[in-house]
């Protein structure tokens, strides 16, 4: 398994933009996908964004679609989730996970290899 750091969380207001970062350690040796996972208060965590080891293929929830940008830098095992045009809603502890198997099982969130301890985002209106 990998281990997973979040960094880059913060306050910001609405309209601003915020990139956070996730760095892996452990066994980055194999190929795993990445992506990025948010829950808020009160709220069913839910999938953000997700990217292939090749960074080939990605995916992205409806509600970040043109706003969200995620990326990854395999020299550095680290993956990043530009953000911008932020809104309040986007206020949520942002995850990262790593799934071993496909970019398709990591969407779905469920049994995956490993997941961050999380970072806060607060969007301020």
């Known amino acids: 398994q990998v281990q997973l750091v979040e960094s880059g969380g913060g306050l910001v207001q609405a309209g601003g933009s915020l990139r956070l970062s996730c760095a892996a350690s452990g066994r980055t040796s194999r190929s795993y996908a990445l992506g990025w996972f948010r829950q808020a208060p009160g709220k069913e965590r839910e999938f953000v964004a997700a990217?292939?080891?090749?960074?080939?293929?990605?995916s992205y929830a409806d509600s970040v679609k043109g706003r969200f940008t995620i990326s990854r830098d395999n020299a550095k095992n680290t993956v990043y989730l530009q953000m911008n045009t932020l809104k309040p809603e986007d206020t949520a502890v942002y995850y990262c996970a790593a799934e071993e198997s496909s970019v398709g099982k990591l969407v779905l969130g469920v049994d995956l290899s490993s997941w961050g301890q999380g970072t806060q985002v607060t969007v301020s209106s």
């Open positions: 990217i292939s080891w090749s960074g080939g293929s990605t």
